[in-house]
């Protein structure tokens, strides 16, 4: 075998094998099996008379019996009531709201969302996630993926 032939197929193998795994972790990105499996499960945050009137509240909700929390934020904005996600969809830091700018920041890249959760600046690509918000017998229960 010849030492060209040789270099040739080496590099063609190296660059093959360098898309192989690059490949492979850009799907492993695209598309987090172990988030998509999770369904939506209805946890009791508070009572119907302690929701907010407007403004923003935010909760911190146990998912388990170990201790484990979770934050949600309850928006009373515009005669409607909603749970927005306090995890930036930029990179997943979370927000936090500011009253006095009456908008939720990321302390990480300046990320920055309006009361509904719609972006206004920075980098995140997309607006907070609305999570489901339901009222049943004077309880009020969020829908959380955990």
């Known amino acids: 075998m010849r030492r060209r032939y040789f270099l040739k197929r080496t590099i063609k193998a190296v660059f093959a094998s360098i898309a192989g795994v690059s490949s492979f972790i850009a799907a492993l990105f695209i598309y987090p099996a172990r988030v998509r499996q999770k369904e939506i499960t209805m946890y009791e945050c508070l009572t ?6 407007r403004g923003v509240r935010r909760l911190d909700i146990e998912i388990d019996n170990k201790g484990r929390k979770t934050a949600v934020f ?15 969809t ?11 700018k009456n908008a939720f ?3 990480c890249h300046g990320g ?5 959760g719609n972006v206004i600046g ?16 004077g309880k009020v229960y969020v829908g959380l993926k955990v």
């Open 48 to 53: 119907e008379e302690e929701l907010p009137r």
């Open 74 to 88: 309850i928006v009373a904005h515009a005669d409607k009531c909603f749970a927005l996600s306090p995890v930036c």
């Open 90 to 100: 930029h990179l997943g830091c979370l927000v936090s709201f500011s009253r006095h």
């Open 105 to 107: 920041i990321c302390p």
């Open 112 to 116: 920055k969302y309006d009361v509904e």
């Open 122 to 137: 920075g980098p995140p690509p997309r607006p907070l996630a609305q999570l489901p918000l339901m009222v049943d017998k």
